[in-house]
């Protein structure tokens, strides 16, 4: 599995049992959590652990070429870029399985370390294909960071490619709660929670509900009284405060103030478990977490506010109680297509590889 001549590096563990716990601890106190997680949760296990991971270092030297797009008010052109690559790289990815683990890369690569050659546990992903995916992980990275928002060509070279088997420290720890079992998995190199999974706060995921719903109901309520003063009021000509609430204000309202109300339906949906980490599943509040490209369940959004707006708008001039309905359905449609819009736990592997693959420190760590 590891060829002889590969370099084996062992980090030095520098977090104790009782460090580990405290950051457990306070994990636990996190804004999202069941509110007596920490008077309630029951330590089963506490364990310390090291796990096999392939590291990848490179000078990536190439190109990476596309365009962006600008826009004015009668067209759009696209813009040539070109950037070009001559800076190392450094990619990181699990040699076993670490599943249990919620570990599926290494957040850090600093910490004290010594050549080892007595690991005794099992490395299931072999070296040549672990340094494939990292060559390829590196030439994604790099197009990711060139910043060039439509790529249409690359012509990249790995020099000095490095392979370093790391075999790095954590405590797993598995505690209970309501009759169920979770864990945390904890860096025994910085102390800090990398991965875990903890019972959400059902109040906040009723109210997330609540005040998603309720904040969706006044837009589209904004929107009917909007367009019927503007279109079928008698008195003369839409006034300059019409054009701007209908032309500029409602629409950027909807663009700053709708990822927030999908979160939050995200969050009433999947909040019964929170996680962090590598882990599938359940709800993590975390930039990192982008959500997935879905276009039924957008254009039942889109579909279903339209809905909303447009059988209010009837009903609120002419009074019509199938218009109405119409309202209704478009906001049942609404809220399924918001709730089953994304989860944020969810993480494409394409991400995942970008994510794995950050430029290198000018100074090394070892």
Not at 6 to 32: E, I, K, N, S
Not at 77 to 88: A, G, H, L, S, V
Not at 280 to 292: A, I, K, Q, V
């Amino acid at each position: 599995m590891v060829e002889p001549d590969t370099q084996t590096l062992l980090f030095t563990c520098t977090v104790t049992r009782r460090q580990a716990l405290d950051a457990v601890r306070v994990w636990w106190g996190g804004r999202l959590m069941a509110g007596d997680l920490r008077d309630q949760a029951r330590v089963i296990e506490c364990r310390l652990k090291y796990f096999p991971f392939w590291r990848l270092s490179a000078c990536l030297k190439g190109r990476v070429e596309g365009y962006r797009i600008e826009y004015d008010e009668n067209s759009h052109e696209k813009i040539p870029m070109k950037t070009t690559f001559d800076r190392d790289f450094v990619w990181t990815g699990a040699a076993c399985d670490t599943s249990a683990l919620g570990v599926l890369y290494l957040r850090n690569l600093f910490g004290e370390t010594v050549p080892s050659d007595v690991f005794t546990g099992q490395v299931t992903v072999p070296q040549d294909e672990g340094i494939a995916e990292g060559k390829r992980a590196l030439k994604y990275g790099a197009q990711k960071h060139s910043g060039i928002p439509h790529i249409t060509g690359h012509k990249l070279f790995l020099w000095h490619p490095e392979s370093t088997l790391l075999i790095y420290p954590f405590w797993m720890v598995r505690y209970a709660y309501a009759d169920r079992t979770y864990f945390a998995t904890v860096d025994g190199v910085t102390g800090s929670v990398v991965a875990g999974r903890a019972p959400g706060d059902r109040f906040r995921r009723i109210f997330a509900f609540v005040a998603a719903t309720a904040v969706s109901i006044l837009t589209a309520v904004v929107w009917v009284v909007v367009l019927e003063r503007s279109i079928f009021r008698d008195a003369g000509s839409v006034s300059d405060l019409d054009m701007f609430l209908l032309i500029l204000a409602m629409p950027m309202i909807m663009l700053y103030g709708w990822a927030p109300v999908l979160d939050a339906f995200a969050f009433s949906r999947h909040g019964a478990e929170i996680s962090a980490g590598d882990v599938y599943g359940g709800y993590r509040d975390s930039p990192e977490s982008l959500p997935p490209e879905n276009n039924t369940a957008t254009a039942g959004v889109v579909l279903g506010f339209l809905f909303m707006v447009g059988g209010g708008l009837a009903f609120y001039h002419w009074r019509m109680w199938p218009a109405l309905v119409a309202a209704v359905a478009g906001l049942v449609a609404y809220v399924i297509s918001c709730t089953s819009w994304y989860n944020p736990a969810w993480d494409k592997e394409a991400r995942r590889r970008a994510r794995n693959t950050r430029p290198m420190q000018r100074e090394k760590e070892w």
